[in-house]
Antibody, heavy 124, light 108 residues
Framework: QVQLQESGPGLVKPSDTLSLTCAVS?????????WGWIRQSPGKGLEWIGY???????QYNPSLKRRVTMSVDTSKNQFSLILSSVIAVDTAVYYC?????????????????WGQGTLVTVSS | EIVLTQSPATLSLSPGERATLSCRAS??????LAWYQQKPGQAPRLLIH???NRATGIPARFSGSGSGTDFTLTISSLQPEDFATYYC??????????FGQGTKLEIK
């Protein structure tokens, strides 16, 4: 059974860089799935940040694209998120999740497994 | 951007009653829509994908329907553990996946 676990600093200063890692266990990150990041601001809804395939292919939310970088480390079975130049509105619970591959189109679909989430606060 | 509008924002019902939640898309998403349940302090849990397919382990009282722009999540007989917030998500537009703003299902 797949398990995902986010890790990273809980507090980041404005203008600094947010770095999170998602460790995947019980399942190979090199399998036919996309791996995504989603965030949820306090008391708000869900916002898709982007996703990555084990080959390194990525797709990012256009509103965040300028500041987002995702990477994958197949040897450690984990993937990572970097969000640069953070501001207060980037304060949120960040989730990593798995998305099945659509074999016809090669793209991602729904998110069928999620990590528990990690709260990141942007504050000086 | 495909905007998903969920209604109502809050739904107050009693255990045993039937719940009907709506998700309307600003343009057609075919059947590429999923539903999630989220309880306080927890991650979202996949309930339905491809508009009407129940995810693994999801009870039969949860059902999804619709296509194009109008979708419905129905819970046939509410159990105490079903009171939560429900989100829809479209994956038709791969340039930007979007979620609805959620419907909070509360105990009356």
């Amino acid at each position: 059974q797949v398990q995902l676990q986010e890790s990273g600093p809980g507090l980041v200063k404005p203008s600094d860089t947010l770095s999170l890692t998602c460790a995947v266990s019980g399942y190979s990150i090199s399998s036919s799935n996309w791996w995504g990041w989603i965030r949820q601001s306090p008391g708000k809804g869900l916002e898709w940040i982007g996703y990555i395939y084990h080959s390194g292919s990525t797709q990012y939310n256009p509103s965040l694209k300028r500041r987002v970088t995702m990477s994958v480390d197949t040897s450690k079975n984990q993937f990572s998120l970097i969000l640069s130049s953070v501001i207060a509105v980037d304060t949120a619970v960040y989730y990593c999740a798995r998305s099945p591959l659509d074999y016809g189109s090669g793209r991602a679909n729904w998110f069928d497994s999620w990590g528990q989430g990690t709260l990141v606060t942007v504050s000086s | 951007e495909i905007v998903l509008t969920q209604s109502p924002a809050t739904l107050s019902l009693s255990p045993g009653e039937r719940a009907t939640l709506s998700c309307r898309a600003s343009q057609s998403v075919d059947i590429q829509l999923a539903w999630y349940q989220q309880k306080p302090g927890q991650a979202p849990r996949l309930l339905i994908h491809d508009a009407s397919n129940r995810a693994t382990g999801i009870p039969a009282r949860f059902s999804g329907s619709g296509s194009g722009t109008d979708f419905t999540l129905t819970i046939s007989s509410l159990q105490p553990e079903d009171f939560a917030t429900y989100y829809c998500q479209q994956y038709y537009s791969t340039l930007l996946y979007t979620f609805g703003q959620g419907t909070k299902l509360e105990i009356k």
